[in-house]
């Protein structure tokens, strides 16, 4: 069964950085646009950002737009989401998960975040952002 895998959540303090990362162990991340959700205590998840595999282009909710930022490695068939300015409201577990309908992302989250259009989904990664 493909499961893409998250990795480098943990404890960070406001304002502080991480690094998260979505593997894809026997199975190739090209042609599909990448997205990225979280999901905090008690509440629905939600989508974060999207990277297109083409020419790697993004998209951003306004809620991480200018902290956040996303880029892919094909050659390592990994992504990558970098996290700036880390906010206690960015408190969650986050997911990756492949777009089976498209490879790019498009500029709506209509188009890019659609959460049924994403399969192979990860276990997650804990994002905790805490003094």
């Known amino acids: 069964q493909v499961q893409l895998v998250e990795s480098g959540g943990g404890l960070v303090q406001p304002g502080g950085s991480l690094r998260l990362s979505c593997a894809a162990p026997?199975?190739?991340?090209?042609?599909?646009?990448i997205g990225w959700f979280r999901q905090a205590p008690g509440k629905e998840r939600e989508g974060v950002s999207c990277?297109?595999?083409?020419?790697?282009?993004?998209y951003y909710e306004d809620f991480v737009k200018g902290r956040f930022t996303l880029s892919r490695d094909n050659a390592k068939n990994t992504v990558y989401l970098q996290m700036n300015s880390l906010k206690p409201e960015d408190t969650a577990v986050y997911y990756c998960?492949?777009?089976?309908?498209?490879?790019?992302?498009?500029?709506?989250?209509?188009?890019?975040?659609?959460?049924?259009?994403?399969?192979?989904w990860g276990q997650g990664t804990q994002v905790t952002v805490s003094d």
């Open positions: 998960a492949a777009n089976l309908m498209r490879s790019d992302c498009g500029t709506s989250r209509n188009v890019a975040l659609v959460q049924h259009e994403h399969a192979y």
């Open positions: 026997g199975f190739t991340l090209d042609y599909y646009a």
């Open positions: 990277i297109s595999y083409s020419d790697s282009s993004t």
